[in-house]
C-alpha cells in the first residue's frame, strides 16, 4: 500500500512539475499590434503576417531594461522575406532597440551574405543601413553555426547599460556582441519583424534584473 500511495505521490509531483513549467498562451488583448495581423497557434505560438515596412507586437503588461530575454523563432529561407526578433527599450512605435535574424543568409554560400545573420539597430537614428556603411561588420555577424532556416531555433539575449549579447541555440559564445548606441528611456518589449517579412514566435521569457 505503501508503494502505491508513494507512487501516486510521484505522479502528481511530477504533473504539477510540467504544469508549472509550461507557459502560458498568449492573448491578443495582452498585445498591441503595429502594422501587422496577428494570429495565435493551438499550440501557443504567436505569428504576425508579412506587410510592407516593420511590425510589431508590443506587450502591454510587461516592462524590460536591463536582464535576459528568451525565446524561440522561425523565419523562412527566402532570400529578403525573412526578417526576425525581438523590439526592446521601446520609447513609442518608431523608437527602440532591436535584435533580429536574417534566416535566409545563415546557410548562405557567398561569405558577406552569411555575415549577415544577426544584426543590432537602434532605430531610428541607427537601422541597418547606416550601421552597414558607418561600421561594416559589427552590428551584424553570420551565425555560427548555423541553425536551419526554416526551422524553429532558440535565442537568449543579455542586455545590460553596456552591453547586448546575443546566443543561439544554447552555444555558449556570442554570435553577437555590441554595445548599446542610444539610451531611449523606453521599457516597451515586443516581437518584431522587418519589411515585408512574416514571423513566427514562443515560448518568451523575459527575466528583468533586480
Avoid at 546575443?166 to 559564445?173: A, E, I, L, S
Avoid at 554570435?175 to 518589449?189: D, S
Wanted: aromatic letters at 12%.
Amino acid at each position: 500500500m505503501k508503494i502505491y500511495k508513494a507512487l501516486f505521490f510521484a505522479a502528481v509531483c511530477l504533473g504539477t512539475i510540467n504544469c508549472f513549467g509550461q507557459q502560458a498562451k498568449p492573448k491578443t488583448a495582452d498585445l498591441t499590434v503595429v502594422n501587422r495581423r496577428l494570429s495565435i497557434g493551438q499550440d501557443g505560438s504567436l505569428h504576425l503576417n508579412g506587410l510592407d515596412n516593420a511590425g510589431l507586437a508590443w506587450l502591454n503588461k510587461k516592462q524590460f531594461k536591463n536582464g535576459i530575454i528568451e525565446f524561440d523563432v522561425k523565419g523562412n529561407d527566402i532570400p529578403q522575406g525573412s526578417f526576425v526578433g525581438i523590439a526592446f527599450h521601446g520609447l513609442n512605435d518608431t523608437t527602440y532597440e532591436c535584435v533580429y535574424f536574417r534566416p535566409f543568409n545563415f546557410l548562405s554560400a557567398d561569405a558577406v551574405r552569411k555575415s549577415h545573420g544577426v544584426q543590432y539597430i537602434a532605430v531610428p537614428k541607427y537601422d541597418w543601413p547606416l550601421l552597414r556603411e558607418k561600421y561594416p561588420n559589427k552590428y551584424e555577424q553570420a551565425v555560427v553555426p548555423a541553425p536551419n532556416p526554416n526551422a524553429w531555433f532558440h535565442v537568449r539575449i543579455t542586455v545590460t547599460g553596456k552591453k547586448i549579447s546575443v546566443y543561439v541555440n544554447g552555444v555558449q559564445n556570442a554570435v553577437l556582441e555590441v554595445n548599446p548606441l542610444v539610451n531611449t528611456g523606453g521599457t516597451k518589449i515586443g516581437y518584431w519583424v522587418g519589411n515585408g517579412s512574416p514571423g513566427d514566435w514562443k515560448n518568451l521569457k523575459i527575466t528583468n534584473s533586480k
